[in-house]
């Protein structure tokens, strides 16, 4: 099992900043890859930005420019740093483990204000 924690969501007004934190703990040997997903309300989850071990990374075409994914083995810890955030990336925030199965936590909210 693995277990996913978020922090970092919050309320930030349209062109601010946020920085979002996964740290995994448990059988966390053999994660092949981690990431983040979000879900707006009333849309389907959609793949933000994802990470490998092998150091490969891949966004969203919608955040590309915007959001920059990172991965501190150390402290298995994935981050979303978010910039020029939008009213359109209001969503839940949710990371995930691919461990062969998959991993979610439990999601953290940001909210953007125009």
């Known amino acids: 099992q693995v277990q996913l924690v978020e922090s970092g969501g919050g309320l930030v007004q349209a062109g601010g900043s946020l920085r979002l934190s996964c740290a995994a703990s448990?059988?966390?040997?053999?994660?092949?890859?981690m990431g983040w997903y979000r879900q707006a309300p009333g849309k389907q989850r959609e793949l933000v930005a994802g990470?490998?071990?092998?150091?490969?990374?891949m966004y969203a075409d919608s955040v590309k420019g915007r959001f920059t994914i990172s991965r501190d083995n150390a402290k298995n810890t994935v981050y979303l740093q978010i910039d020029s955030l939008k009213p359109e990336d209001t969503a839940v925030y949710y990371c995930?483990?691919?461990?062969?199965?998959?991993?979610w936590g439990q999601g953290t909210q940001v909210t953007v204000s125009s």
């Open positions: 995930y483990a691919d461990r062969g199965a998959w991993y």
């Open positions: 448990g059988t966390i040997l053999s994660i092949n890859g």
């Open positions: 990470t490998t071990n092998s150091g490969r990374r």
